[in-house]
C-alpha cells in the first residue's frame, strides 16, 4: 500500500498555471474560497489525491453513495492565467502524513510548472473580527511588496505559533524547489466557518490573479453567518446578564 | 514482522460469494448481526487475520486458554447463495492499520471471486430509537433502487460525519475493485449494545440474500436489554425529577 | 536504526531453560517477582534489548551515570531447572513495537530451546484485595490441571479486558511456535505497588518450578506498604467521615 | 521521503570539537544557554536538520517570510577549543524521531571526531528555586570528578524519572560510540523560561571549556524575568490571601 496514490481523472496542458491550495483549516476560510471559486470559474477536476495518512473513512453523498476521503486537484484557463486549485476533505491524519502528502502536492506543482503558489488559510484571533484583514507570509521576502500592493498586511511575528499543516509546510518546501509561495490569512474568529474572512482573502487573491470572480454566494453565506451569530450573542447575554464584556466573545461553540 | 498476517484454516471453493462484514462498531450493531448469522447457519472458520495494527493483547477463553486478538472469514454454502462472514474482536488501533486491513479483506473478496459485500453497522443518534430503522449508504447508485425495495432508507447526507472504519473503507475501496457494495445501518442509541437495531438489519439483509436466519436468540437478548434500558429509565427518573424530558435519553452510559 | 537491538552481553549455555517475563504492569506484580528472583538467586545479566519503540529517555542510577532504558535478560542454572529472567525498565510505549518486541522476546526462547514460559503480572480490581488470589491463563487448554495443582485459579472469561501487552502476548504467539505458556496474575487493587501479590505470585511460581527462593526482602516491603496502605485510609477517614465506605476503597492515588 | 535530512551550508574543519547540545526542553533552559553562546561567540551556521518527524509546520520570521521547523548546527573556532553547537525549534513530535535524530546528531559528531559532548536542560522542581544549582549526569563514572570540580552537583537517582529526550539519549547512545557526554541540568521552577537557571548552567560550561562569554543579554533577560515573577506572586497574594504558603510557589501558569 502506497503512502499516497495520485489518479488522473483527465490530462490537461496548462501555461505555468499559479497554484491555490484551500484544504480544511482555521474557519474553513481556505476551504471557502477555493471551493467557492471552482464553482464560480466551472473549474475542470484532474486528480483525485487519496493516502492511508487521511482519516479511515468515506464521506457519503447527495444521493447515497460514498466516496473515500480524498484531497483533489481542479484546473481552469483562461486568457490572462490558468489556475491550478488544491482542495480536500481532510489534512493528514498522522504528522509525518503531512510532509509526505505536501512533497506529492509540489510534484504536482512541477510537473505543470507552477511558479508561484498561493495557500489560503485564516487566523483565529479568538474573538469577534471586526475590521476584516487579511495577513500574509512569503518563503521569498521580494514578495512583500508586491503583496502589500494588494492590501496584505504583514506584522512582526504573526502568526506567533507559526502556520501549521499543508498551508505552512507548502511554503516552507516550496523554497527549497525555487517556487514563490505566499500564505494569504484571513483574521477570524476560529470558531464558527467564517465565509466573511472569505471574501476578504478572495478579494485580494482575485487582485493578485488579475481575475474576476462573483461573490454573490459567498456574501449570502456570510449574511446567514452574521444572523447565526447575533442569535449565539443574544442567547448569551440573556443568560448571563451579569458578565457585561461577554458580547465580545463568542465563547468556544465549534 | 508482516503489516498483515492472513491464516488458512481450511480451504474451500465457494461459487460468487456475497461478502458480510460484521466487526465491532456502534452499538455493536453489524458484529451482533454476523456472529448470530454464522451461529445459526454454522458458518465454518476458514480463516484468521491477524496484525500488529490490532491492539496488543489477547482474549482470554471460557476455559481458561487466551487467544491473540483477530479478525475472522467464516464460510457458508447454500443452493441460492454461498457467503463469507468477516468478524472479529478488534478494528485497527493504528490510523494506517484501517487501509491496510481493508486491502487484505479486498484481496480475500477478490480470490474468491466476490461480486457483492454488504457491510454492517450502527447509526447513532444518541437517544432512544423509537421506529426501528435502516439507513443505508452504497458505491454504485444503480444499487439503491434493489436496496429500497428491501426498506432500506436513503437520506440527504447521513450520516452526515461519514463512515468510519473498516465498514465505510470497504465501500470506497472496493469501488476501485469494481466489487459493488452496500452498508447497512441500524439506528440506535449508540449507548449500548442494541439487539433490536441487529433484529432489523439482519431482517434486511435476509431478504437481499434470499435466505432464513432464526431470530429467536436475538430476540431474547433484545428483550433482556430492554429490561436494562427500562431500569437505567427508572433511575433517572428517580434521580432526576426535576429535568422532565429525561425520560426520552439515555445521557452516556457506556 | 533496527526496530529491536538485541546485545549479548555473555554467551551462556542452558538445559531447556524455562522463561520467565516480569516488565512493569499493573501493580508491578511481575516486575518484583522477577526483580527479586534475580536478586536471591544472583541470576547472571546475558542480554540487553534496546528499541526505539521504548520511551525516548535515560535513566540516571545511583553514581550519576546513566543508561538507555532497555529490557533484559537473566539466566540462572541448577541442577533441577535453569532459568531466563526477562525483565525491563518499560514496555514498548507504540503499539505495534509489543508485537514487535514479542517477537524478537520469542526468538531468544526458541534460541535457548525453551519449552515453558511463565509470563507474571497484576490483576487489578479496583479495591483492597482480602484473600491473595493467583490467577491463571494458558495457551493450551492441558497445563490447567497441573496449575491448579500450585493453587492457581481459573476463571470464566477472566481477566474479562484481556490480556495486555508482552504479558499475553507471550502467550498468543508462542502458541505459534509450539511453546506451552502460562500467565500467573496476582490479585491486586491495580493504585500501588503490591509486594504482598508478589510474594503469592512468587509462591506459586516456585512450586511450579521446583526450587525454593527467601521471601525476606518481598516481606519486608509488603509490611512497609500495609503501614502507607493503613495512612491512606487513616487519612481518608478523617477527611471524609460523611463516606461511610471509603475505608473499603483506596481511590486513585497512584 | 527520508527520514532525517541534513544540508550542509558551510564546509569546515574543526579540531576535535566539544558539541554542546540546547534543543528546547524544561525553563528553555538548554536553549536559551546555547543561543546566549551562538550570539555571544558569534558562531557560525553550518548544517541545517529537517525532518518529518518535527511537528508539520513553518514559523513566521520577522520580516514576514517563513522557514521550516528545523535543528541547526552552529561552529565555533578558538585557540583552545573549537565548538559545535545543536540548537533548534522543536524535538521529534513522534516516539521513534527522537531516536532516529539522535542517531543522526552522533553522526555528525563522528564526522568531526567529537571526543566530549554537553547536552543542556532544566530540572523542574515545582516551586521557585532559591539556589542556583546545576545538577549533572554522565555517561561515564570517570567524569565525575571533573564535574564536581566545576561545581556541578551529583544525587542519588535524581532526576528520579530519567532524562526525557535529546538530551538524555545522546547521553545513553554516544556511550555505544565510545563519546564523553555529560548532561548539566539548571535547577528550575519548570513553570517559566528561566534565564537565572541558563546563567548557572552557562558557568559551569565555560569553566569545564576553558572559556569566557559576555553574561550581560542573559543577566538582563534574568532581571526582567524576575519582575514578571514578582508581579505573579503579588497577584496570587491578593487573589489567595487565605493561602499563606502560597508565595513560595507559583502555580502552573504556563
Redesign the interface.
Given at each position: 500500500?502506497k503512502d499516497i496514490e495520485v489518479v488522473t481523472i483527465k490530462d490537461i496542458s496548462l501555461k505555468n498555471p499559479v497554484m491555490i491550495e484551500g484544504l480544511p483549516g482555521v474557519g474553513h476560510v481556505g476551504k471557502l474560497v477555493a471551493e467557492h471559486m471552482i464553482e464560480e470559474l466551472e473549474a475542470e477536476k484532474i486528480m483525485e489525491i487519496y493516502s492511508?495518512?487521511f482519516?479511515?473513512?468515506?464521506?457519503?453523498m447527495?444521493?447515497?453513495?460514498?466516496?473515500?476521503?480524498q484531497n483533489e486537484v481542479y484546473a481552469w484557463k483562461s486568457e490572462n492565467v490558468d489556475l491550478l486549485l488544491l482542495v480536500g476533505d481532510y489534512q493528514?491524519?498522522?504528522?509525518?502524513g503531512?510532509?509526505?502528502l505536501t512533497?506529492a502536492f509540489l510534484d504536482i506543482a512541477q510537473k505543470f510548472d507552477v511558479k508561484r503558489i498561493y495557500t489560503l488559510g485564516g487566523y483565529g484571533i479568538g474573538q469577534l473580527v471586526e475590521v476584516q484583514t487579511v495577513l500574509?507570509?512569503?518563503?521569498?521576502?521580494n514578495l512583500?511588496e508586491e503583496m502589500n500592493g494588494y492590501g496584505v498586511e504583514?506584522k512582526?511575528?504573526?502568526?506567533?505559533?507559526?502556520?501549521?499543516?499543508?498551508s505552512?509546510?507548502l511554503?516552507?518546501?516550496a523554497?527549497r524547489r525555487d517556487i514563490e509561495a505566499v500564505?494569504l490569512m484571513g483574521l477570524t474568529s476560529g470558531y464558527l466557518v467564517d465565509p466573511k474572512s472569505a471574501q476578504a482573502v478572495l478579494k485580494v487573491l482575485c487582485q493578485a490573479l488579475g481575475i474576476k470572480v462573483d461573490m454573490l454566494a459567498l456574501e449570502e453565506r456570510a449574511k446567514e453567518m452574521e444572523k447565526i451569530v447575533a442569535k449565539i450573542q443574544e442567547m448569551e447575554t440573556v443568560k448571563m446578564p451579569q458578565d457585561a464584556g461577554m458580547e465580545e466573545g463568542l465563547g468556544y461553540i465549534r
Open positions: 500500500m492511508p495518512h482519516p479511515p473513512q468515506v464521506l457519503v447527495n444521493d447515497g453513495t460514498v466516496r473515500l476521503v493528514s491524519a498522522t504528522n509525518m503531512h510532509y509526505m512533497e500574509g507570509a512569503v518563503n521569498d521576502a512583500i504583514f512582526e511575528n504573526e502568526p506567533g505559533g507559526g502556520i501549521v499543516g499543508v505552512g509546510l511554503l516552507g518546501m523554497k500564505c
